[in-house]
Protein backbone atom coordinates (compact mmCIF):
# COMPACT_ATOMS: atom_id res chain seq x y z
CA UNK A 1 0.00 0.00 0.00
CA UNK A 2 1.32 3.02 -0.89
CA UNK A 3 2.19 5.81 1.40
CA UNK A 4 -0.27 9.05 1.21
CA UNK A 5 2.67 12.03 1.65
CA UNK A 6 0.00 14.53 1.77
CA UNK A 7 -1.55 12.61 5.11
CA UNK A 8 1.84 12.10 6.79
CA UNK A 9 2.15 16.14 6.15
CA UNK A 10 -1.08 16.69 7.79
CA UNK A 11 -0.42 14.80 10.80
CA UNK A 12 2.88 15.76 11.16
CA UNK A 13 1.44 19.47 10.90
CA UNK A 14 -1.46 18.73 13.69
CA UNK A 15 1.57 17.35 15.94
CA UNK A 16 3.44 20.59 15.38
CA UNK A 17 0.77 22.83 16.46
CA UNK A 18 -0.37 21.11 19.15
CA UNK A 19 -0.39 22.62 22.65
CA UNK A 20 -0.04 21.13 26.15
CA UNK A 21 -3.25 22.57 27.17
CA UNK A 22 -4.91 21.67 24.46
CA UNK A 23 -8.96 21.90 24.91
CA UNK A 24 -10.83 18.44 23.76
CA UNK A 25 -13.61 18.31 21.48
CA UNK A 26 -16.30 17.94 24.74
CA UNK A 27 -14.57 20.53 26.35
CA UNK A 28 -15.01 22.96 23.39
CA UNK A 29 -18.31 21.74 22.64
CA UNK A 30 -19.34 22.70 26.13
CA UNK A 31 -18.74 26.28 25.44
CA UNK A 32 -19.41 27.21 21.82
CA UNK A 33 -22.76 28.41 22.92
CA UNK A 34 -20.54 31.33 24.65
CA UNK A 35 -18.35 32.14 21.76
CA UNK A 36 -21.38 32.70 20.04
CA UNK A 37 -22.86 35.14 22.32
CA UNK A 38 -20.07 37.08 22.47
CA UNK A 39 -19.62 36.58 18.46
CA UNK A 40 -23.05 38.13 17.83
CA UNK A 41 -22.26 40.88 20.15
CA UNK A 42 -19.20 41.91 18.19
CA UNK A 43 -17.23 41.10 21.40
CA UNK A 44 -13.16 40.12 20.59
CA UNK A 45 -13.38 36.53 21.14
CA UNK A 46 -9.51 35.60 20.41
CA UNK A 47 -9.00 37.43 23.40
CA UNK A 48 -11.36 35.78 25.43
CA UNK A 49 -11.79 32.43 24.13
CA UNK A 50 -8.68 31.94 22.90
CA UNK A 51 -8.20 28.13 23.82
CA UNK A 52 -11.56 27.04 22.05
CA UNK A 53 -10.60 29.89 19.10
CA UNK A 54 -7.29 27.30 18.80
CA UNK A 55 -9.58 24.03 18.78
CA UNK A 56 -11.35 25.47 16.43
CA UNK A 57 -8.51 26.06 14.23
CA UNK A 58 -7.64 22.78 14.27
CA UNK A 59 -10.57 20.60 14.62
CA UNK A 60 -12.73 20.68 11.61
CA UNK A 61 -15.91 18.75 12.75
CA UNK A 62 -16.23 21.13 15.66
CA UNK A 63 -15.65 24.00 13.53
CA UNK A 64 -18.14 23.02 11.27
CA UNK A 65 -20.30 22.43 14.45
CA UNK A 66 -19.84 25.82 15.14
CA UNK A 67 -20.67 27.47 11.93
CA UNK A 68 -23.72 25.65 11.61
CA UNK A 69 -24.51 26.81 14.85
CA UNK A 70 -23.82 30.79 13.65
CA UNK A 71 -26.23 29.77 10.86
CA UNK A 72 -28.84 29.08 12.46
CA UNK A 73 -28.39 32.09 14.92
CA UNK A 74 -27.81 34.37 12.34
CA UNK A 75 -30.91 32.61 10.56
CA UNK A 76 -33.27 33.36 13.70
CA UNK A 77 -32.09 36.89 14.78
CA UNK A 78 -33.67 37.81 10.92
CA UNK A 79 -36.40 36.72 11.99
CA UNK A 80 -36.80 37.90 15.50
CA UNK A 81 -39.41 41.06 15.31
CA UNK A 82 -37.70 44.00 16.46
CA UNK A 83 -36.86 45.15 20.65
CA UNK A 84 -39.75 47.20 21.51
Known amino acids: M ?3 VWVW ?3 LCEAITTHVDEMSCEECYAKVDRLAELVLQR ?3 VS ?3 RVHD ?3 H ?3 CREEFQALMSALRGTAQL ?3 AA
Open 43 to 45: KDT
Open 48 to 50: LMP
Open 59 to 61: CQE
Open 80 to 82: APP
Open 2 to 4: PVD
Open 9 to 11: RDV
Open 55 to 57: HLA
